[in-house]
């Protein structure tokens, strides 16, 4: 594209979208048709130089987060208190507003953050104002592949870096690996071992929460098959974190899984001083009870519905 039409689409945005001109106002002043600054304001959105923000009056249920600390020994909670109509991914937005606003709070320059993948995590790196912070992020999952890869551990470590400045810790390799022996091999590799050992030095993780229920499971869509998932339910899983399967007291269950999947283990994600945890959603609300019991998080951001269920009983 001419850098004059970049120029032309930038100046009409700018009467646009910051001095409040009408179309037909700024088609006057720069002596173009209505219909070219249409044009110009589509074109400016079409090659990102607009960047247009939703800013949602979020609003947090604080009473229930005190009785949510105590109940369940956390460092902080925040819940997102409960909006008429407000579809899931309007929920994971205002969660990772919240989540946002909470990290910004306790990031220090030169922090280690280890990140892990999904949705409450993507919502909450892209809600992260930009700072100059040189961060090291470290990946703490294998590639999962997904269809969205904008929430994948390679995407979002660098879209994290790109909000605080500094370098990130690759994964460097699949999420799933099927074959035993490759997977035990690839496990004592380097670029392995020094993410794991990054892991160790980390001050923050950021992690999301899944359910095992088939119906919505992230497992599923990440490899597992309905029947290992179905054995793991047998055992007693009824969440998982990092790919990590755990039962209702937070506790890791050992099997076949974990001999196929590049991640951390729960014990690495323990040592982290402060986990925060980003999911809300009914569905989730088991696997979240068993993840602050078993005191796999630190913090818990999650949405007003989830939180009076954990305070039920």
């Not at 990772?96 to 949705?119: F, T």
């Not at 899944?210 to 054995?231: D, F, H, K, W």
Request: proline letters at 4%; a neutral charge; aromatic letters at 6%.
């Amino acid at each position: 594209m001419a850098r004059e039409t970049q120029w032309r689409m930038a100046k009409v945005a700018k009467l646009y979208y910051e001095e409040g001109l009408t179309q037909e106002a700024i088609a006057t002043r720069l002596h173009f048709s209505r219909s070219t600054v249409s044009r110009l304001l589509d074109g400016a959105k079409k090659h990102g130089l607009v960047e247009i923000k939703i800013h949602f009056p979020w609003q947090r249920a604080e009473y229930l987060e005190e009785n949510l600390c105590q109940k369940y020994g956390l460092k902080s909670v925040r819940v997102l208190k409960q909006m008429h109509n407000c579809s899931y991914e309007e929920l994971l937005e205002g969660l990772g507003v919240l989540g946002a606003q909470y990290l910004q709070k306790i990031l220090r320059p030169n922090v280690v953050i280890a990140i892990a993948s999904g949705n409450g995590v993507y919502q909450t790196v892209r809600a992260l104002e930009v700072q100059k912070l040189n961060a090291t992020v470290v990946q703490v999952m294998g590639v999962v592949g997904c269809e969205n890869a904008l929430i994948d551990g390679p995407e979002l470590a660098q879209l994290l870096v790109h909000r605080l400045g500094g370098r990130y810790i690759y994964m460097q390799a699949p999420l799933v690996i099927k074959n035993p022996a490759v997977h035990k091999q690839l496990l004592q590799e380097p670029p392995i071992q020094e993410v794991l050992s990054y892991v160790k030095t980390a001050e923050i993780a950021l992690v999301g929460v899944g359910t095992v229920n088939p119906v919505n499971s992230s497992l599923l869509r990440n490899g597992i098959s309905p029947e290992a998932l179905n054995q793991l339910t047998m055992m007693g899983a009824v969440g998982e974190t990092c790919a990590c399967p755990f039962d209702r007291f937070g506790r890791s269950i050992s099997s076949d899984w974990e001999k196929q999947i590049v991640s951390i283990d729960l014990n690495y994600l323990s040592s982290v001083p402060t986990v925060i945890g980003v999911a809300g959603g009914l569905a989730k609300a088991e696997a979240i009870r068993g993840a602050v019991t078993g005191h796999l998080l630190d913090v818990l951001i999650t949405d007003q519905k989830v939180a009076e269920k954990l305070l039920d009983h």
